[in-house]
């Protein structure tokens, strides 16, 4: 069983930085989707940075609106997905959510996880979410 749980998340000045960490358990760092998604109040999920594990650094992908800012990384020995987030913007205020799927779940039921974007399936799974508030 797949359990995700975010943390990090907090309240910063415009231009500030964060670390968002998602522990991990039941992965394993071989053929997973890890991905960071965000959703602001009104506004649909968005998927903002992932990696396809076993792939490297060709399988990352960022959305335009973080791209240059934010950078995803994992570490197979403390079994984490980190978001480090830069230049902070009002605009990323939001609730962060660590996702994952397996590679045999995107290709059943649909989704992707490469340079071109991410798509969890319907299988995915899901942190509970780490609130992060940027002020101007």
């Known amino acids: 069983q797949v359990q995700l749980a975010e943390s990090g998340g907090d309240s910063v000045q415009a231009g500030g930085s964060l670390r968002l960490s998602c522990t991990a358990s039941?992965?394993?760092?071989?053929?997973?989707?890890l991905a960071w998604f965000r959703q602001a109040p009104g506004k649909e999920r968005e998927g903002i940075a992932s990696?396809?594990?076993?792939?490297?650094?060709?399988?990352?992908y960022y959305s335009d609106s973080v791209k240059g800012r934010f950078t995803i990384s994992q570490d197979n020995a403390k079994k984490t997905l980190d978001l480090q987030m830069n230049s902070l913007k009002p605009e990323d205020t939001a609730m962060y959510y660590c996702?994952?799927?397996?590679?045999?779940?995107?290709?059943?039921?649909?989704?992707?996880?490469?340079?071109?974007?991410?798509?969890?399936?319907?299988?995915?799974?899901w942190g509970q979410g780490t609130q992060v508030t940027v002020s101007s």
């Open positions: 996702a994952a799927d397996t590679l045999g779940n995107l290709l059943v039921y649909g989704g992707t996880c490469g340079p071109a974007g991410v798509k969890l399936s319907d299988s995915g799974y």
């Open positions: 039941g992965v394993t760092y071989t053929s997973f989707c």
């Open positions: 990696i396809l594990t076993g792939s490297g650094s060709n399988s990352i």
